[in-house]
């Protein structure tokens, strides 16, 4: 495998572009942004373990045909680690672009992004606590 090699001026582009420190200039957006990708994490590691729960086993419950097909191949479980560490990679790389970002735009765009994904993945959540309790009663 060839390992990718980045010419100096390409470095230089992306020193310009990402700061090597908090680029805001007050810590209130700053905050807001790491109670964002806290939420957003704490929401796709309870969507994780609900999901778990309501499928109970059962993959035919499951409504995504490609999650389907993934816990059908290597099983649940390590299906629903997946998605989770997947999404965490996704809050990780919007909040680095989101606080490091020397552009205005870029970094509210991915403080926005960060704020949609938590929630979006908020909304997920109750949506499947409510499948829960309607199926506990």
Same mark, same amino acid.
């Given at each position: 495998?060839?390992?990718?090699?980045?010419?100096?001026?390409?470095?230089?582009?992306?020193?310009?572009?990402?700061?090597?420190?908090?680029?805001?200039?007050?810590?209130? !957006?700053?905050?807001?942004?790491?109670?964002?990708?806290?939420?957003?994490?704490?929401?796709?590691?309870?969507?994780?373990?609900?999901?778990?729960?309501?499928?109970?086993?059962?993959?035919?419950?499951?409504?995504? !045909?490609?999650?389907?097909?993934?816990?059908?191949?290597?099983?649940?479980?390590?299906?629903?680690?997946?998605?989770?560490?997947?999404?965490?990679?996704?809050?990780?790389?919007?909040?680095?672009?989101?606080?490091?970002?020397?552009? !205005?735009?870029?970094?509210?765009?991915?403080?926005?992004?960060?704020?949609?994904?938590?929630?979006?993945?908020?909304?997920?959540?109750?949506?499947?606590?409510?499948?829960?309790a309607r199926g506990a009663s």
């Amino acid at each position: 495998m060839t390992r990718l090699r980045m010419s100096d001026a390409q470095r230089e582009q992306w020193r310009r572009e990402l700061a090597a420190e908090n680029a805001w200039e007050s810590e209130t !957006p700053r905050r807001l942004v790491d109670l964002g990708a806290a939420i957003a994490i704490a929401a796709a590691v309870l969507d994780a373990v609900l999901t778990y729960a309501v499928l109970d086993g059962s993959i035919y419950l499951e409504r995504n !045909p490609i999650v389907e097909r993934a816990m059908r191949a290597i099983g649940i479980a390590p299906t629903l680690i997946l998605g989770a560490l997947l999404r965490f990679a996704i809050v990780a790389a919007l909040t680095y672009i989101a606080t490091r970002a020397v552009r !205005p735009a870029a970094r509210y765009g991915a403080a926005f992004a960060v704020g949609g994904v938590a929630l979006w993945w908020c909304v997920v959540v109750f949506a499947n606590a409510a499948v829960v309790a309607r199926g506990a009663s």
